[in-house]
């Protein structure tokens, strides 16, 4: 069954006996109206209307046989647009998106991981250059390789179930040439290819991101991400697959200051996710960091528990963040004692941030029945009252 949405046109190809005359076609969607939606348009074609009919269909409605039908049906349809585009790289945009999407997904449930790796691997000359017909007709279409990279994927995930030396380094090898052509791109050329474009027009936000994910270098992702933002490059639509980027960053270090920078421009429903990734670090510092950044944004009743998690992570880090910690005195006199050696930690911070000057605080009692019991860090110790 299909992976995804079908146009009408896709339907005619796949199945033409039945689906020859375009009223034919019509009778049978109203046939099964309640059961799929759209209307079969380019952008928004025909699929079920819940995830899991296609699955109930596919395993108790179709036999072994209509489903090995089916398979055969999808594969020789992407294999005859594939021998095309073979031998014609300007049908490109000719190549129906059912196909370009989700051709290899049912190359793979076929098994015919010998179609797989030729499509994905193979390279022939074309006016002077190399050419991989399938990564460029997705790069062209989607403005990015990410689309080639996860077909990819599957055929090294293959490779790895069977042992194939040989198949594993080669798609190493190709996923290594294809994210070092990302790091090419310095974050102005990016902010260029989404402000004002080429020829062929602007690049997306989500094209930007799809590169910046496949970055090799974290500092290099970070940067170009700021960039972006800065220069308001990803709208609020965008910023779900901006903060699956930043999440996606392997170095602590870097993925706190992508948090950090995203922080302030991420829409409210996107913080509790935003706030799981900031918990997730191991080092404490990096931590502290991101929740410093993210605490301006929660709601007002979240934030002294979340300052809290803040100062448990890392004192100094809290110093770098602004002179809003002595806003936190009210609210963590009123938590249990526990709670108060954080008061005195934050005091001291305060007066450090201001050149070393005593703190002023409305709760003058508090600081001194813990002064006692708590020991600054010896860069504060010398700034003690």
């Not at 790895?160 to 990302?182: D, H, K, P, T």
């Not at 090799?216 to 700021?226: S, Y």
């Not at 108060?340 to 050149?355: D, G």
């Amino acid at each position: 069954a299909a992976l995804g949405p079908l146009t009408a046109d896709d339907l005619e190809q796949l199945a033409p006996e039945p689906f020859a005359v375009s009223a034919e076609l019509d009778q049978a969607v109203q046939a099964v109206a309640r059961f799929i939606i759209g209307d079969g348009s380019v952008e928004r074609g025909y699929v079920f209307s819940h995830p899991r009919l296609r699955e109930l269909y596919h395993e108790q409605v179709l036999s072994e046989r209509q489903r090995s039908e089916l398979h055969q049906r999808f594969v020789a349809y992407g294999e005859r647009w594939y021998e095309r585009l073979r031998e014609d790289p300007s049908t490109q945009p000719q190549v129906p998106a059912y196909v370009r999407q989700f051709w290899v997904l049912h190359l793979a449930e076929a098994q015919r991981w010998d179609l797989v790796e030729r499509v994905l691997t193979e390279v022939g000359p074309v006016q002077g250059t190399f050419y991989q017909p399938w990564a460029s007709l997705r790069l062209a279409a989607e403005g990015s390789y990410a689309g080639y990279l996860s077909d990819l994927e599957h055929l090294w995930r293959h490779g790895e179930a069977n042992s194939n030396v040989g198949l594993i380094l080669q798609c190493a090898l190709f996923s290594a040439s294809i994210r070092s052509l990302s790091g090419n791109l310095s974050p102005a050329l990016l902010v260029g290819l989404v402000t004002v474009g080429t020829p062929n027009g602007r690049w997306s936000a989500e094209a930007a991101l799809a590169h910046i994910a496949q970055m090799p270098r974290p500092q290099q992702q970070v940067q170009a991400l700021q960039a972006l933002l800065e220069h308001g490059c990803i709208p609020q639509p965008s910023m779900g697959e901006a903060l699956n980027v930043a999440r996606a960053i392997v170095d602590e270090s870097s993925r706190a200051r992508a948090l950090a920078a995203l922080a302030p421009r991420l829409p409210a429903e996107l913080l509790p996710q935003a706030l799981a990734a900031t918990r997730a670090f191991a080092d404490k510092r990096w931590r502290a960091r991101a929740l410093a950044a993210l605490v301006p944004r929660l709601p007002e009743s979240e934030q002294p528990a979340v300052w809290l998690e803040a100062l448990d992570a890392d004192h100094a880090i809290i110093l770098k963040v602004s002179y809003d910690e002595a806003l936190l005195v009210p609210h963590l006199v009123a938590e249990p004692a526990a709670n108060l050696q954080h008061l005195q930690a934050t005091l001291r911070m305060t007066a450090a941030r201001t050149a070393c000057a005593p703190a002023r605080s409305e709760h003058p009692d508090a600081l001194a029945r813990f002064a006692g019991n708590y020991r600054a860090p010896a860069s504060l110790r010398r700034c003690d009252p």
